[in-house]
């Protein structure tokens, strides 16, 4: 099993094609617990660089994700409604994440992340709000672009 920990990111639904920095159309969004719910929220501008990562990424031998919220230790799992919810790692499928057409950006691995147990991949707002599960998009989806920045 891989280890990392990691701020989880969205380039932003109407990103140009760049990570972010400086980028007056797009607004990255990065995924964060707010109390019950869990969110895209916008990133500071002095973080967009150094970031705080709060999340591990911990890649299983079947290639899926699971994602851990560093405070809490608890894991990232969806719900059959598309809600995302932090739970007790157990390892189920409904806390798996397989990245989908991961392709380099800027040198920088995109994909999308599909839930084992639900099929739907993990979905930004276009505004800082509710992170969710939807139908999961054709390659380059805005919405569905997830990447791992200021990994420690």
Known sequence: MKVQTIGVIDY?????GDPGQGNS??????????????????I??????AGKPVWTANQLSDNSEVFIYVPS????????????????????????????HQRVLQNQVIAQYQNAETSG????????GPAITTTC????????????????
């Open 137 to 152: 998009g054709p390659a380059g989806t805005k919405t569905q672009e997830i990447a791992f920045w200021w990994s420690a």
């Open 25 to 42: 159309s797009g607004h990255a969004l990065m995924l964060f617990p707010k109390g019950h719910r869990i969110d895209f929220v916008s």
């Open 73 to 100: 230790g608890k894991c990232l799992a969806d719900t059959p409604h598309g809600k995302l919810a932090l739970t007790h790692c157990n390892l189920a499928a409904d806390q798996r994440w397989r990245p989908m």
């Open 44 to 49: 500071p501008h002095a973080d967009l660089i």
């Open 12 to 16: 932003g639904p109407v990103d140009d």
């Open 121 to 128: 991949c993990l979905t930004a707002p276009q505004q800082p």
